[in-house]
């Protein structure tokens, strides 16, 4: 039958699978041990180094894994800032956990691509079911379920996993264009607008920009103080009258549940009637606190979801799923499709795949429903991370998190030479020095993470500068908080006592 | 410091977090072991058949890993198309190994995101020299890397691990869209044009439609079979002409080595000659045959790519890396980044992370070179894979695959009844019975899929209908791909004695 290259790797032998696969497992497990002893950002801040460590080119032969295992610790450890640290408070909390873990590993080593029904006909329906299980959990309206509570009947929605909020956000903002394209004809794409808030993450500009929206056509709206830093529907309408009187199209509003600055909420009814009244798309992005709507206490920001197009979260921020996660439901799936379809001679089924009557029954081609057409199996990560723990688990974990930054918020609070600033609505506290303006908490926190025992992150807001407490990490314990918490303190004694003696003697300051 | 609810959970207790990977670890390596006992594409093609299955809302209560995965045997499994199975010929391979899996499971233990280089700087560093091996590897000009072959200076262009090449193509086209606006504003974005051939990949025109370019403006060149389905330079100026003359902007020129359908070709130095005359954007998409460049007998195939804005393939198809990881290589970063950058204050480092001098020497902000603003730590996996099996052992793994494809297309050439249809250049093999018609071909390629023993897929080329053979299973050998012939030869038996039996009695047709 032919002669084969002698040297055929087995790249599948299941021996070598498991031994290689356990040295990981060994190799992670201690890792989680002793993580807490890594400075938690990049103590290696020298660009450059890992390269020069390298060599120029890939090796000519292969080597055992422990030898890379061993490359991954010496080279590679040092130079990474430690999302799972438990004092990592920086940007948001990105969950690991056993349970994500073994769900992904099930995913990478099944390796089946859910696509289109066909190509792995439980995979794309295990998908469905979740989505449409984290749906009931946080209490989103049946709309965006493709069962409705009824059990029988569709919810007419439907939910995907996407990799994350940004690609959610540029599939909804081409469906929405394409529908309004589809009333205005193509042209009309210069004159469409899209509405959000000076809080809104920036993936909305950038995904705006990528489907082809003018930069001119993106509103930053502002927000204030009284409000919360919330966008309030007043706003909006004022400048969707504005845009159009001038003949433009108002096309696609952002709500957002849990702001990455702040943590705000605007007020998802509102804005969803200004969107009804004029006919524009509105996304829910709750990409960090729709962890939180799991909990009855917190369903309540979500109220007027029934007016939005499309709602999105992340699993893989605040409930304990490993990178990369993200649910997007939306209310009309053939928006999202009609958008997003396509289908070439070689996906098409002739060769007996699905049946006629699977079209109607579940058998969703989710290459339709996103941008690639290749696709991971997150429904397994996510489905394991739910039986695992439970809703009831998931509940603790994020309240536990919670009455953390309740406690932390409590102690700044308390502290007279500090405040907070903004309220506190899930685990992110922020915080800054009443004196000393933006330099002294600029160094206040360049201090604190440079000690490698937290990371913590800042927002600016109405021009001042806020230093971000985010609790959420997996391994992450009151002791922890408590510690950062003393930590701040300690630094911002220093500080200012060096500024008190500087003041005092008034001569060679310091370059801060 | 207030008090926990007491059921915490501890989702990175290391113990638990090793009892479930270990029990995952074995699941795995005993699928393997079995795979090839399950029928290849899903028996089960029932739809709807896990949703009824599983309960309408997630569990309360958490439960064992063992029970999960019980489940995962008895309700998953069976309803799964077998992507790793050493007889799946579909679509294109979609390789795990032990090295891949070895990779991803670090990457996603660490789960680390390095979207800035401050949030890990390894992990941002490991990517660039990884992009830069492939690079070499498969023999892409200078200027597609950050260092130059001669060590110190830099190439100029630069390369960023994605999940797809849909990701790839629409960062690409947004990149060549924002330059060109540059020059004419953002109202001729109604007059740029697409130009692809009738060969090349849907996601092109997905991708172009998604990135505001209208859809009566992506020019599908047909190609013929006296070029072996290639586009040629000549096809593509006539149409281009034709749009100039009509006031339009030729924008993106697609050239495609190893198409999705039959592996054909375009000649990237004549359409990068005709890109450069018309100052369009030329991508070169080598997704699947990519990998194949790495054997130094398939890089004339790459000839050319001097001209080309950007090159992409995936590793994660035929060059054993699980899903997902696609290579996209650009010559000017700052064109992608000019249209992809985001610069939002919660991410500027204020808080004391990336030093001044870092931004010339490697120190990359990956987000911008993406359609997301998260992202995985995917050079992990490719690192693993590239010194797990080094380059002559994939090149190995590359030469063995093309072996059994020429001992199939050796054979289907042998046998009167078939034919080979276009030229095999890489693992792909596309054929069909000479008689029979389309019809009969459909039929057979049905029968031997429900067979269960192999999964092949079809593609229409110039109306005919052929059958389509990939191979490239990290467990594949030849005698799957003997058995796989085998089978073909004994159905068409069948089908076309069934034939002759109704042709002889001419009465009561069979619906095909």
Redesign the interface.
Known sequence: ?????L???Q????????A??????????????DVDKYPV??A??E?????RL?P??????????E??LA??RR??????????SPSFFA?FP?????????G???S??????PFM???????V??E??VV???A??VGLPDRFLF?GSG?GGGGGGGGVLQ?????AV?CTL?AA?DRALGRIG??G??KLVVYASDQT???F??GA????????NFRVVPTAAASGYALTGAAVRAAVEGDVARGLVPLYLCATVGT??IGAVDPVRELGEVARRHGMWLHVDAAYAGSAAICPEYQGYLDGAELADSVSMNP?KWF?T???CCCLWVASPAALTA??S???????N??????Q??AG???IDYKDWQ??????FRA?KLW?V????????MR??I??HV??A??FERAVSADERFEVVAKRRFSLVCFRLRGGGDAMN?EL???V??SGRVF?????VEGK?V??LAVGG??TE??HV?DAWELVQRTAEQLLQRRGTRKNEDENPLPW
Chains 1, 2 share one sequence.
């Open positions: 039958m032919g002669s084969l290259p040297d055929a790797l790249p599948l032998d299941p021996d070598t699978f498991a290689d696969s356990s040295a990981v497992v060994d190799f992670l497990a201690g890792y989680y041990r950002r990049a290696d801040l660009p450059g180094r890992l390269r390298l120029e080119a890939a090796p000519e032969f292969g080597e055992p894994a030898r890379i490359d991954v080279d590679v450890l040092p130079g990474l800032t430690h999302w799972q940007y990105m969950n690991a956990s056993a349970a994500g873990f073994a992904e590993m099930l990478v080593g099944l390796n089946v691509v029904w066909v190509a792995s006909p439980a995979a329906e295990l469905a079911v449409d299980w984290m009931r959990l069962s059990g990799g994350s909020t940004c690609e540029v081409a264009r193509h042209e794409i210069v993450h920036a993936t500009q950038k920009r990528l489907v082809g929206i003018s930069p001119a990455t600055g893989h304990l490993n990178m990369d958008a997003l396509t289908d070439p001679e070689y996906l098409k002739a060769g007996g795949g699905k049946p009557a699977a029954a579940g058998a941008i690639s057409l290749s696709r991971r397994m394991f739910l039986r695992r723990y439970g809703a009831a688990g603790a974990h309240r536990r009455a953390m309740e406690w600029r926190l360049a201090a993470n440079a913590m992150t800042h927002f600016v500068f230093i971000r997996a391994m009151m002791r408590g």
